[in-house]
């Protein structure tokens, strides 16, 4: 089961209340500047740069950041570091690449932006979700093509979404879930369990696109799915408690389900702290074309420096594009 996939334009940084309370926590911060420059030929240079702020109460190393952002030395990431008047520390992150041609720019090594994880926890699973292929990333496609007019239109594509990220935090409310339904009922049997589970996960994916991680609509989805998940639940569970209702399973979905949890926060970033920082992530997007600039749906534009601002929170359930094409020569 998936979430739509249609693209859609990038605009300003926006927030989804319900998600942003699970995932705002103390992994600190960052800025994630990337300078795209094309030529009329289709080379051109690609220039990224992060700061991380980390406070004291981030447990963060440094080693954490290197990894969770996929920024080694042997990716020709350069480093360096500053403390705040606060006490913060900031970490700086830089690279620059050259792209010498068309085929270089899709080259996957330098595609992947943020980790879910850290690479010790890579094969430790949600469910199915294996926590290493969680990740932020990017692809590109850079077109150039001559016009019966002697000009050439030259294209800039780049794609950013999060691999199996929604999955990961369906398997992370039902695996709560799952507790829970342990410590009321404890002579339910795993099987047992995992057939109200089943609902529930059933039930998360179509809260989700009803509004349980992005929209306006948090409290009526998760109203909608704890009552699903209770109407059919409550016919397992009354098997070993004849006592049970659907009042009382409802309550307990509603409230494994409220991501304002300081605790269950707190879980989420242990487990998936790549995942939290990327939602404590502001992304500049700025790409300078060549020629006279066409068709783009950047937010501002600025001569033939057009910028983009998103959250990597924005693109969390469908891919979010960059876009442009300008005209050369004539």
């Known amino acids: 089961m998936s979430f739509p996939t249609s693209r859609r334009p990038l605009g300003m940084a926006t927030a989804a209340p319900a998600l942003v309370a699970l995932v705002l926590g103390a992994s600190g911060c960052m800025d994630y500047t990337i300078e795209t420059t094309l030529e009329a030929d289709g080379t051109g240079v690609r220039v990224e740069r992060m700061e991380i702020t980390r406070s004291d109460a981030s447990n963060l190393s440094e080693r954490d950041v290197r990894a969770l ?11 360096s570091h500053r403390v705040e008047s606060d006490g913060d520390t900031t970490w700086v992150l830089e690279r620059r690449s050259d792209v010498r041609t068309l085929r270089d720019w899709s080259d ?9 994880t850290v690479p010790a926890k890579a094969e430790d699973r949600l469910g199915y ?19 019966s007019d002697g000009t050439s239109l030259v294209s800039y594509r780049e794609s950013f979404l999060w691999d199996q990220a929604v999955d990961a935090i369906v398997e992370f409310l039902v695996q709560d879930l799952d507790r829970a339904l342990s410590e009321r009922y404890p ?15 059933a ?21 909608r799915a704890a009552e699903g998940t209770a109407e059919q639940a409550v016919k397992i569970v009354r098997v070993r408690y004849p006592e049970a ?3 009382e399973l409802r309550t307990l979905v509603v409230e494994r389900l409220d991501m304002e949890d300081e605790q269950l926060g707190r879980l989420f970033e242990q487990t998936l702290p790549g995942l939290n920082l990327g939602f404590n992530t502001t992304v500049v997007f700025r790409l300078t074309l060549p ?8 937010s501002s534009r600025d001569g033939n420096v057009l ?6 929170l924005d693109n969390l359930m469908a891919p979010l594009e960059v876009f442009a094409e300008s005209v050369v020569g004539g």
């Open 69 to 79: 952002t996929a920024s080694s030395r042997e990716k020709e990431w350069r480093t």
């Open 108 to 116: 996957p090594a330098r595609r992947t932006l943020i980790l879910g």
């Open 129 to 147: 979700v294996r926590l290493g292929d969680v990740a932020f990333r990017s692809s590109i496609q850079v077109g150039v093509s001559r016009r």
């Open 187 to 201: 002579r339910l049997s795993a099987g047992e369990r995992g057939s109200v589970v089943g609902f529930a996960r």
């Open 203 to 223: 039930r998360i994916w179509v809260a989700g696109e009803e509004g349980l991680f992005f929209g306006e609509n948090e409290a009526e989805a998760v109203a």
């Open 245 to 247: 209702s659907v009042d």
């Open 291 to 298: 020629g006279a600039v066409g068709a783009t749906n950047a």
């Open 307 to 312: 910028e983009w601002q998103f959250n990597p």
